[in-house]
T-cell receptor, first 118, second 114 residues
Framework: GAVVSQHPSRVICKSGTSVKIECRSL??????MFWYRQFPKQSLMLMAT?????????EQGVEKDKFLINHASLTLSTLTVTSAHPEDSSFYIC??????????????FGPGTRLTVL | GDSVTQMEGPVTLSEEAFLTINCTYT??????LFWYVQYPGEGLQLLLK?????DKGSNKGFEATYRKETTSFHLEKGSVQVSDSAVYFC?????????????FGSGTRLSIRP
C-alpha cells in the first residue's frame, strides 16, 4: 500500500515552454502533497506544500508564479513549470501524506521526474 | 529550528564490511525519525523508521535506534553488499498530528566495492 506515482518520469523541453508533472497517490487519499527539488548530489529542497482544495504554501525563495501547483483532488497534485529555462533543469520529487492512523506523519515518495530544459 | 546532521560522504567500503552512518538531530519534543535510501536515478524509498525513544527500526539488514539522550539515529548494517550502494538520507518529522514537513539531512553517498 501507500504507492505514489509520478508522470512523466523524464521530460526534455525547449526553453520558454511549460511542463506539467503529475503526482498521484494510487491507493490512499492524500490530504497533503509535497513537492521537492533535488540538485545533483544534494539533498531534497522542499518547494511547496499543498492541501487538497486550497492554495499551496511555498517555501521562501520559490517563485509561485513560476512553479504552479494544483491539488484538485485527494489523489492528484500537479506541478507546472512555466516558461522553463535551463536553470530549471532538475529532479523533481513529490510525496504524499495523510492525517490520522498509524502513519500520521509519514510521507510516501514518488519516483521522481527528471526535467531537462534545452 | 529542527534540523538533521549526518556524516558527510562519500563512504566507500568493501563488500561484507560493517557500516555505520552517523545521524544526529535537533528538535523539540519527540519527532519521528527516518532513514530513506535513494538508488541511482530513482526517488526516495523509506528504509526504516522509529517513532519514539528507544525504538529500533530495521529493514533489509539495516538497523537504527532512536536515542533521545544523545539525539541520534545512527544507521548500521553488519555486512554490506554491492547492491547497498546508494545515497542515504536521515530525516525527521515533527510530532504534529497532521501530515507535515520532513526535514532531511544532506545525504551520505555509499559505494560498496566487490
Amino acid at each position: 500500500g501507500a504507492v505514489v506515482s509520478q508522470h512523466p518520469s523524464r521530460v526534455i523541453c525547449k526553453s520558454g515552454t511549460s511542463v506539467k508533472i503529475e503526482c498521484r497517490s494510487l491507493d490512499f487519499q492524500a490530504t497533503t502533497m509535497f513537492w521537492y527539488r533535488q540538485f545533483p548530489k544534494q539533498s531534497l529542497m522542499l518547494m511547496a506544500t499543498s492541501n487538497e482544495g486550497s492554495k499551496a504554501t511555498y517555501e521562501q525563495g520559490v517563485e509561485k508564479d513560476k512553479f504552479l501547483i494544483n491539488h484538485a483532488s485527494l489523489t492528484l497534485s500537479t506541478l507546472t513549470v512555466t516558461s522553463a529555462h535551463p536553470e530549471d533543469s532538475s529532479f523533481y520529487i513529490c510525496s504524499a501524506g495523510f492525517s490520522g492512523g498509524v502513519s500520521y506523519n509519514e510521507q510516501f515518495f514518488g519516483p521522481g521526474t527528471r526535467l531537462t530544459v534545452l | 529550528g529542527d534540523s538533521v546532521t549526518q556524516m558527510e560522504g562519500p563512504v566507500t567500503l568493501s563488500e561484507e564490511a560493517f557500516l555505520t552512518i552517523n545521524c544526529t538531530y535537533t528538535a523539540t519534543g519527540y519527532p519521528s525519525l527516518f532513514w530513506y535510501v535513494q538508488y541511482p536515478g530513482e526517488g526516495l524509498q523509506l528504509l526504516l523508521k522509529a517513532t519514539k525513544a528507544d525504538d529500533k527500526g530495521s529493514n533489509k539488514g539495516f538497523e537504527a535506534t532512536y536515542r533521545k539522550e544523545t539525539t541520534s539515529f545512527h544507521l548500521e548494517k553488519g555486512s554490506v553488499q554491492v547492491s547497498d550502494s546508494a545515497v542515504y538520507f536521515c530525516a525527521l518529522s515533527p510530532p504534529y498530528s497532521s501530515a507535515s514537513k520532513i526535514i532531511f539531512g544532506s545525504g551520505t553517498r555509499l559505494s560498496i566495492r566487490p
